[in-house]
């Protein structure tokens, strides 16, 4: 299969417009196949212009229609013999008499299609068709079943295409509910075909085409199998690529996203001396590259800090009241949305990641705090703004200073920070310890895992402390969500079931608790799924 993805709809109607011309052109006796539909209009208004510029000359062309609704009054507004004729036959020169349709007022259908395959068979067979597709992966009237009829026959409309259809005729109820349409074989016997997709809704179906699969529940995957099929369509048909934007202390990780995954990424550091104005124009700049290189339409941001009315603060970040989407958005042209880093984190591993296929799920991300991510049927929860700031559930009523100024919270217990601090104390009281010595040059979460496996018990103390912390904050977490599964990320979680057994065992097995899988990348997929 040929494909050309153009620009927007004019675009792709001028290049259909073309091949045909081109068609008619090299042989002005063609037979051509025709479709209806709200595709195909464009191409042929561009068939009418060129037709009064007298570029065009269509005498010659013999015409077959691919289908009409069953039954119908040829002259009943909805008809697609009325479709055609204000759409084309009324605006060029193909003479009636060449001019091929299935009859929706036929007394006796399988007749009337009988009678149109032979008349195909007559004409010699048709040189081009054009063809549209139907959101459900439909051509023709040929709709998703678990088979597909070959040759020119009565069909009945799925309930997708009806609705579909809908839009044509006063009320839903008055789309009918059969049609006379070319089977697959009476398509596939085309010489050339093309085929027409544009806009969002038919993102799926266009989609099938390109899958590896060939299936009647997608009937336009068969034309896989037809040796000369062009495929042309808009952007919107073809991509769905957005763009997620991770900002972090240190650098913005910008990435282009289709179908779940980053098709292209670009790092700004985050330097010093920066400000609010310079880091804007940077991310902006690269934005701007890659909305027009991927056609991406959409643009997510994951930040952290506080979101709220007045914009976004940042601690780490030249970012004070800023209404950075709003500013964004005026720049590109585009709608921009705007999330806590930690909640697109979460929504990337859900969708993309190790929470694959469920709707529930909490992220704890354990760092120098306890950042969370929460995912409630497949969406982000954030409350009034800034829900997710788990770290800061407070575990213990006088417990230890936090800097946000309340004591006792989950992270001065859980993160990688309080686990450090409890192991340089442990190590100052027990200065034989394995742990005391593995500490002696540098201290990380590593030191810990380290030491226990040396056999320290000090280490092995501090270890059982630090998870019954953790297990403290997620059985409340637990409680109040009930997620169908949790995640853990941040550097620590790469000791995976070192940390994911002791931690299931405390909690009793209430929950599935897994290691997150995308790292760095989670922002980014979270961002751009906004
Ligand atoms: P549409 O229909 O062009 O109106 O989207 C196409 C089709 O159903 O084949």
């Not at 810990?448 to 904050?473: P, Q, R």
């Amino acid at each position: 299969m040929k494909l050309i993805v153009c620009e927007n709809y004019e675009e792709m109607s001028e290049k259909a417009a073309e091949i045909i011309k081109e068609q008619v052109v090299k042989k002005p006796d063609s037979v051509l196949g025709f479709a209806t539909g709200s595709t195909p209009v464009g191409t042929y208004d561009k068939l009418a212009e060129m037709y009064k510029k007298g570029e065009l000359d269509m005498s010659g062309v013999t015409s077959f229609n691919l289908d009409e609704y069953y039954p119908i009054s040829n002259d009943s507004d909805q008809s697609y013999h009325c479709f055609m004729e204000r759409q084309l036959f009324g605006r060029v020169n193909i003479t009636k008499d060449k001019i091929n349709m299935l009859s929706g007022e036929a007394e006796d259908p399988s007749e009337e299609c009988e009678r149109y395959e032979e008349r195909i068979e007559e004409a010699g067979g048709i040189d081009l068709q054009i063809l549209g597709i139907g959101r459900n992966g439909h051509i023709g009237f040929n709709e998703p079943d678990t088979d597909l009829e070959a040759k020119t026959h009565l069909t009945e409309l799925s309930s997708d295409t009806i609705e579909a259809n809908s839009r044509f005729f006063e009320n839903v109820d008055l789309v009918p509910t059969h049609a006379l349409t070319m089977g697959i074989s009476t398509i596939f016997k085309s010489k050339k075909i093309i085929l027409l997709a544009n806009g969002r809704s038919k993102l799926n179906a266009v989609r099938e085409l390109f899958s590896e699969h060939i299936t009647t529940k997608s009937p336009a995957t068969m034309l896989k199998l037809h040796s000369d099929v062009t495929i042309i369509c808009d952007y919107e048909a073809y991509s769905e690529a957005s763009i997620g934007i991770d900002i972090g202390g240190m650098s913005v990780k910008i990435g282009v996203v289709e179908n779940l995954k980053i098709i292209d990424k670009r790092i700004i550091d985050v330097t010093s001396g920066m400000t609010e104005k310079d880091l804007i124009a940077a991310i902006t700049s690269v934005c701007a590259e890659m909305r027009k290189r991927y056609k991406a339409n959409r643009i997510g941001i994951g930040v952290p800090g506080i979101i709220d009315e007045n914009g976004v603060t940042s601690a780490n970040l030249p970012f004070k009241d800023c209404k950075l989407d709003e500013i964004m958005s005026r720049a590109l042209g585009v709608t921009v949305k705007i999330e806590n880093d930690a909640n697109c984190a979460a929504l990337g591993e859900q969708a993309a990641g190790a929470g694959k296929g469920m709707r529930n799920v909490l992220m704890v991300t354990l760092g120098t705090g306890i950042g969370g991510g929460i995912i409630i049927d497949g969406k982000i929860y954030s409350g009034k703004g800034n829900a997710g700031e788990i770290g800061h559930m407070r575990i213990m009523p006088d417990g230890k200073l936090c800097k946000c100024g309340k004591h006792g919270c989950w992270e001065r217990y859980a993160s990688v920070s309080a686990l450090i601090e409890m192991m340089e104390r442990a190590a100052a009281e027990h200065p034989d310890s394995i742990l005391a010595d593995a500490a002696k040059d540098s201290i990380n979460g590593k030191t810990l895992f380290k030491a226990m496996d040396m056999g320290c018990d000090t280490a092995k103390h501090v270890f059982d402390e630090y998870i019954g912390y953790l297990a403290a904050g997620i059985d409340i977490l637990v409680s109040v969500l009930d997620p169908e599964l949790i995640l853990i990320a941040g550097g620590i979680s790469r000791e995976n079931e070192k940390i994911i057994k002791p931690l299931s065992e405390r909690i009793g097995g209430a929950v599935p608790i897994k290691v997150a899988e995308l790292k760095s990348d989670a922002g980014i997929i979270g961002a751009a799924l906004l």
